[in-house]
């Protein structure tokens, strides 16, 4: 009392509670924080949780064991399989230990036992044993690491091939990505996943087995022990209420414990989309820094770090909990419980007393000092394997997460395999909505079109074009083309070009329909982006050959790389044998041209060319359009250049409607009447602005509204009325036009540079300045003189436009300048300019007469 009563303490509890709190504000802020943060991506989030909780795969139960036998089934194939005998030889390593454990726990009993005699021999000598017996045991100890790590690496060999056979067969790799939904990051699965859960299983195997067997042969030791004290009471109870005692921590743990496998399956799922978000910026390094683009995915990868975040922290935060009450249960509860085990014989012995040594210990304090060093050691032992049991709970619920994860993968490989596909749905409504007004089919089945492997031609019968969301971008295609065809394919954005070649490469499934496909190896595709491939020059020229089957020599390679204009990166780079990230050293250009080369290695039948020349210049695209045609390979082009025409026989055009027609393409017919169409397109584009001039116009000097007409002559079905109209619009037009450019100032210098003479009515032309006259647009003169382009003079003179009759100036006409008037003393001007003149003299009133003159007339 007298201390929490003291200054200093309550200070002291003041402080701490003030600091708490602050603490505890400051983390619920930081939480608000992050929740808001989580806030963008969650709905996808949650769509995925959901497929894995719906399943309920996580929690230990029928299911789980189901999905780690098929695994087991891939890690140890056969009895004879290098990994069963790793696990025997783990498994033998682990019973060593075991026994081992057990003698040591009797020697430990032996010391003690040699120390209360006080017989120093025997101590010496035991000791001297001890020390014998911990070197293989030490050797065990470090050998049981060493299996169990060797074990986990097979494991992990075992299964990553098998998963890599399955990834790598029927373009799996291609499938999961492109036309299933159900693993967002492979990656991940085939990596990280994958080593995981086999170094959790391999743990997990000795984390048991050696506390399984350790429980066993610790039991036995007891069971013997109880059997020779027959005079002790009490000790048949033991093992029951040591059974009671662990079934009821194991009860309390079960309950308590959270749900680790679920929280840490989900902890994988986001740190994988993270590690995504990090790939993503890598591959797309050039474009993000071209548009200064780095704080949105700064922003986004922040989030998806957050979420990371918040999941370990939430793992961490049960983990705390959990293991409080683990550790309080095993290791003080069971201490206590085991003290009063194993003292029990002390209290209830009524026999007499047992001794070896009747003379120096008649009481036999030495042999019961040994047996209870021994039962406390072999009883620390079994507490210390049960221990590891329960806490292994924890564990096995994590590695129901990571089973789930990996048979998760298995499964969908294999489903891709054999063309069973799922789609997320929420995902596809919001990446691909703009094509949502297309018809849609369901997709979740298998395909049903018929595959026939052909010779040489491509036939297409009712083949639609689905996509993998289920988009019908054709619902039926039939066409057939043949060897030494050349297919010119055109369309809109987005109306199934690229994925004509995806059908007939067999890449997407076929829903109905039947299409004769040659065999794969006779198709080349070089898309607008060729694939760079890791590795020498050779292997971008020979992709997807190895240098095994490489079939030229060099000076053959080098033909190629001239066939494709391309010789000179041989000098500049090094050599064919130059090892470099051909995918950022080489530009656009440069790499259309190397995947060109490709087909000259490989000359399939068929050429699938997907816009791959768009960063070629024309000419010598040209060029290796005309050697590929002589090699005999048909070419597939998929372009909007009109200079490639000329080297294709036939047309496929797809009108993005579902639409498409599969024609021979005339190509000099085709360019005449391209060019026209773009002329027309060409007039029909200034249109609108004549037609807007032209009302204009109208109502400026009509006083009626063209708009009317224009609207009548575009209802008018009838031809004639048609007809009719569109000759009194254009003669409208031409007589608004002369007139237009009559009253305006057409002529240069406008109306006053035409000879007023001979027009009747001419009237006076505009007062400018002080008391002058306009001459011209820009030209003010009085008696004084001129002044010309002052803005006000301009503002004045421009009046004269809206006249109809052009105006004059009834001043004397002077020599010097065509149409010219004396305009001041010795100044001769006409509508333009003005010139000096010393016929010309006028009086100052001189235009206010012209003015009055005019009035009179
Ligand atoms: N993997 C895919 N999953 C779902 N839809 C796809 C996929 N690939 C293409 N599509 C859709 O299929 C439609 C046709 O695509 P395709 O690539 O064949 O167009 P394209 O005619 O080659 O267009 P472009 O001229 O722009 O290259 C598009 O609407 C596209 O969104």
Redesign the pocket.
């Known amino acids: 009392m007298n201390i929490v009563r003291s200054r200093w303490t309550k200070i002291l509890l003041f402080s701490s509670s003030f600091a708490s709190i602050i603490y505890l504000l400051r983390r619920y802020r930081r939480y608000l924080v992050l929740k808001e943060n989580c806030k963008f991506i969650e709905p996808q989030q949650e769509s995925i949780t959901n497929i894995s909780s719906s399943s309920s795969l996580i929690a230990i139960h029928k299911r789980f064991f189901n999905q780690l036998l098929v695994i087991i089934r891939i890690l140890i194939p056969r009895l004879r399989s290098d990994s069963f005998i790793l696990l025997i030889t783990h498994l033998t390593t682990l019973i060593t230990r075991t026994f081992l454990s057990i003698y040591i726990a009797r020697l430990d009993g032996a010391i003690v036992k040699s120390l209360v005699q006080r017989n120093s021999h025997k101590l010496i000598r035991t000791i001297i044993i001890f020390l014998i017996v911990a070197i293989p045991a030490s050797f065990i100890n470090s050998l049981i690491k060493y299996a169990e790590s060797k074990l986990a690496l097979a494991f992990r060999s075992k299964l990553t091939r098998y998963a890599y056979e399955s990834y790598f067969r029927s373009q799996t790799y291609f499938r999961v990505s492109?036309?299933d939904g159900r693993l967002l990051t492979p990656d991940q699965n085939l990596t990280d996943d994958i080593e995981t859960f086999t170094s959790l299983l391999t743990h997990l195997f000795s984390q048991l087995t050696k506390p399984f067997l350790d429980i066993a042969v610790i039991s036995w030791t007891f069971v013997i022990l109880i059997q020779q004290k027959k005079h002790a009471r009490g000790l048949k109870e033991v093992p029951i209420l040591t059974s009671l005692v662990v079934f009821m921590t194991f009860w309390i743990l079960r309950k308590l414990s959270p749900q680790f496998g679920r929280l840490v399956s989900e902890e994988t799922r986001r740190r994988g989309l993270l590690r995504f978000a990090h790939t993503r910026i890598i591959a797309n390094a050039e474009e993000i820094a071209f548009f200064d683009g780095h704080e949105v995915e700064k922003t986004w990868i922040s989030k998806l770090y957050y979420q990371l975040r918040e999941q370990t922290n939430l793992i961490i935060k049960k983990r705390l909990w959990f293991i409080m009450v683990e550790q309080f249960l095993m290791k003080y509860f069971w201490h206590s419980c085991g003290m009063i085990f194993i003292a029990i014989p002390c209290f209830t012995y009524d026999g007499p007393a047992e001794t070896d040594d009747p003379i120096g210990d008649p009481l036999g304090i030495s042999l019961r000092t040994e047996e209870f060093t021994v039962s406390k050691n072999l009883l620390s032992s079994g507490a210390d394997a049960l221990e590891r049991i329960m806490s292994s709970y924890k564990e096995l619920t994590e590695l129901a997460g990571h089973t789930n994860r990996v048979y998760k993968m298995l499964h969908v490989f294999d489903e891709c395999a054999h063309e069973r596909y799922q789609r997320i749905p929420m995902i596809l409504g919001e990446e691909?909505s703009?094509?949502s007004m297309k018809r849609k089919v369901t997709l979740n089945q298998q395909a049903h079109g018929q595959i026939i492997e052909s010779n040489d031609d491509i036939i297409a019968e009712n083949v639609p074009i689905i996509?993998?969301?289920g988009?019908v971008?054709v619902e039926s295609l039939s066409l057939k083309i043949i060897p030494k065809m050349h297919v010119l394919i055109t369309?809109?954005?987005?109306?199934?070009?690229?994925?004509?070649f995806?059908i007939i490469r067999g890449l997407w499934p076929i829903y109905s329909g039947c299409l004769h496909q040659p065999n794969p190896s006779n198709f080349f595709l070089i898309p607008q982006r060729p694939y760079m491939c890791p590795g020498t020059l050779r292997d971008q020229i020979i992709y997807p050959h190895t240098i095994d089957q490489l079939h030229i020599d060099d000076n053959q390679l080098i033909e190629i790389l001239n066939n494709v204009e391309l010789q000179y990166i041989v000098q500049r780079e090094g050599g064919l044998n130059v090892e470099r990230d051909w995918k950022d050293i080489l530009s656009g250009g440069e790499k259309q041209r190397l995947g060109l080369a490709r087909i000259f290695y490989h000359k399939p039948k068929y050429a699938l060319l997907?816009?791959c020349t768009s960063a070629v210049s024309i000419d010598v695209e040209g060029k290796i359009y005309e050697r590929l045609k002589q090699l005999g390979i048909s070419l597939l082009t998929?372009t909007h250049r009109p200079s490639l025409w000329v080297y294709h026989t036939h047309l496929l055009q797809?009108d993005g409607k579902g639409q498409w027609t599969f024609e021979i393409l005339d190509t000099k017919n085709r360019l005449t009447l391209k060019d026209e169409k773009e002329r027309l397109e060409f007039q029909l584009a200034i249109v609108p602005e004549m037609q807007r001039r032209l009302n204009e116009l109208c109502q400026s000097f009509l006083f009626f509204d063209c708009k009317q007409l224009l609207q009548l002559y575009s209802l008018s079905n009838s031809k004639k009325i048609m007809y009719q109209s569109t000759l009194f619009i254009l003669s409208v037009a031409i007589i608004q036009l002369n007139y237009a450019c009559y009253i305006t100032n057409c002529p240069i210098g406008g109306k006053r540079s035409l000879n007023i003479n001979n027009i009747l009515h001419a009237h006076q032309c505009p007062r400018c300045g002080l008391n002058g006259q306009c001459f011209g647009p820009s030209i003010c003169c009085t008696h004084f003189g001129c002044r010309m382009g002052h803005p006000s003079d301009i503002h004045q003179c421009s009046t004269e436009d809206h006249s109809v009759i052009p105006c004059t100036i009834k001043s004397k006409t002077c020599s010097m300048l065509s149409n010219g008037r004396c305009a001041a003393n010795g100044l001769c001007c006409n509508a333009e300019s003005c010139h000096m003149d010393k016929t010309c003299s006028v009086s100052s009133n001189h235009f206010i007469d012209n003015v009055q003159d005019e009035t009179q007339v």
């Not at 369309?491 to 004509?500: D, I, L, R």
């Open positions: 492109n036309l691909y703009c094509i996509t993998p969301n988009d971008i369309g809109p954005n987005g109306c199934g070009k690229s994925s004509f995806r997907d816009e998929i797809f």
